[in-house]
């Protein structure tokens, strides 16, 4: 699954290569996505023209393994990062804006609700996020430089500094307990597309393996 966003589509990449579309998402603006256990994938929706338009609430989108899109929820501060928790029971969405991350129950049907603080994060923006055995979550944090693992509640486990900004995180390797950060430096968001190639893929051995969605 890939999110074309200028053009709100949701892209299927078939075995051969090719691309073709799995759901119309209506509008411009997506950014992360999950597939959970059933097939059903949540994509946010920042809500405004980032980074040079005025911030206004984002949502989630649920589409269906029939390719049905719907939203699932709004009023959303900038959505980034969700993960889906191993038995399908609970998202956990990253509201970058709003410095936490935010869970939902999952119904049969791929509806949300219930929704409520799972962790207040501080001064934490979180981005990228994954969930691990013991049912704690890895944060990426871009401006903050770090990498950072907390439990229900905002109890911070470990945390990761790092010399430029952290948009990604995923634990996987052969025993799930090796954590991907995907990094690159950071000048703020006047300079993001500066052009300039300071990515890097990083990793760090966890103290727990992965679980769950992604």
């Known amino acids: ?28 603006g997506w950014n992360d996505i999950v597939v959970d256990g059933r097939g059903n994938a949540y994509v946010g929706n920042t809500g405004f023209d980032f980074p040079g338009g005025a911030f206004a609430p984002g949502s989630l989108a649920l589409v269906t393994p029939d390719g049905t899109a719907r939203e699932v929820a709004d009023d959303v501060a900038f959505p980034n990062g969700v993960a889906v928790a191993p038995d399908n029971s609970t998202l956990i969405l990253a509201e970058s804006y709003a410095n936490r991350l935010t869970a939902f129950d999952i119904a049969a049907d791929g509806g949300l609700s219930n929704r409520r603080a799972w962790a207040d994060l501080g001064d934490g923006v979180p981005d990228g996020i994954c969930i691990d055995a013991e049912g704690a979550v890895w944060y990426a944090d871009v401006p903050n430089k770090r990498c950072v693992r907390v439990r229900e509640g ?33 000048r703020g968001f006047e300079n993001m597309a500066d052009g300039s190639r300071t990515g890097q893929v990083l990793t760090a051995q966890a103290p727990a393996p992965r679980a769950g969605w992604p």
Do not use: H, K, N
């Open 154 to 186: 905002g109890e911070v486990l470990q945390t990761i500094d790092l010399d430029r900004g952290c948009f990604a995180c995923m634990l996987g390797g052969t025993d799930g307990r090796t954590l991907f950060l995907v990094v690159r430096e950071w």
């Open 1 to 28: 699954m890939i999110v074309s966003s200028p053009d709100g589509r949701l892209l299927r990449r078939e075995p051969d290569g090719s691309l073709v579309t799995y759901a119309d998402l209506g509008r411009p």
